[in-house]
Nanobody, 119 residues
Framework: QVQLMESGGGLVQAGGSLRLSCAASISIFSFNAMGWYRQAPGKQRVLVAQITSSGSTNYADSVKGRFTISGDNAKQTVYLQMNSLKPEDTAVYYC?????????????WGQGTQVTVSS
């Protein structure tokens, strides 16, 4: 059973920084991709950043240049460094991992961590 545990959320002023961590119960190289999603109140969950097993990264336009996703397989952890935070970044952030089996994607989710950015 794959387990993902997020940490690092909290309250920060606009312009500040936070680093989110997602610790996986198995090697992160077991996944085809890992990423961070966020969900603001009343809105859908959306992709923020993703990293593939080959190291390729992908970011939502709204966070490009401010957020950085990275992975440390020795620690089985994926990070999201968030700089220059804005009030509109306020949301619950979820860690996601995906692996393909016979062409079928299997997604796993963490419990979420709240990020609140005050103006």
């Amino acid at each position: 059973q794959v387990q993902l545990m997020e940490s690092g959320g909290g309250l920060v002023q606009a312009g500040g920084s936070l680093r989110l961590s997602c610790a996986a119960s198995i090697s992160i190289f077991s996944f085809n991709a890992m990423g961070w999603y966020r969900q603001a109140p009343g809105k859908q969950r959306v992709l923020v950043a993703q990293i593939t097993s080959s190291g390729s990264t992908n970011y939502a336009d709204s966070v490009k240049g401010r957020f950085t996703i990275s992975g440390d397989n020795a620690k089985q952890t994926v990070y999201l460094q968030m700089n220059s935070l804005k009030p509109e970044d306020t949301a619950v952030y979820y860690c996601n991992s995906m692996r393909l089996r016979n062409g079928i994607p299997y997604n796993y989710w963490g419990q979420g961590t709240q990020v609140t950015v005050s103006s």
